[in-house]
């Protein structure tokens, strides 16, 4: 059992199994050593935020069968990386997150009170 640990403290949930996410392509945005990127944001994106990634050289929209990456449309689960999602959010643009889907590592970058006002769940 993974020891991963969500913004809030608790277990990490999954973010998206279909389209299968996650730098580990598990369905969870857990992050390691390996993902330089920081994968650790479990957000719904949105038509805006595709358009900003694209724009910044990360195309999320165009499908890659070689790697096994349908395309995203809005409205799907991705983990996203950390540094995007801020540089989003700086614009206005950032997409909604899934706190209980968002690793704790995340913290390091985005402070928790910035993920709160983009919350889909709830937090008690």
């Known amino acids: 059992m993974s020891r991963d640990r969500n913004v809030l403290g ?5 973010c998206c199994h279909d389209p299968k996410t996650g730098f580990y392509r598990d369905g969870f945005c857990r992050t390691g050593p390996d993902d ?4 650790s944001v479990c957000a719904m994106v949105t038509e805006e935020f595709l358009t900003f990634s694209r724009a910044q050289g990360n195309d999320l929209v165009t499908p890659r069968p070689e790697y096994g990456f349908p395309g995203l449309q809005p409205g799907d689960r991705w983990c996203v990386c950390a540094n995007r999602w801020q540089e989003a959010a700086q614009v206005g643009l950032a997409p909604p ?7 704790e590592k995340t913290l390091e970058i985005i402070p928790f009170i910035k993920l709160q006002q983009h919350a889909l769940d709830a937090v008690h």
Do not use: A, C, N
């Open 36 to 39: 330089v990127g920081t994968h």
């Open 97 to 103: 997150v899934l706190l209980s889907g968002t690793h």
């Open 10 to 14: 608790e277990p990490l949930t999954p």
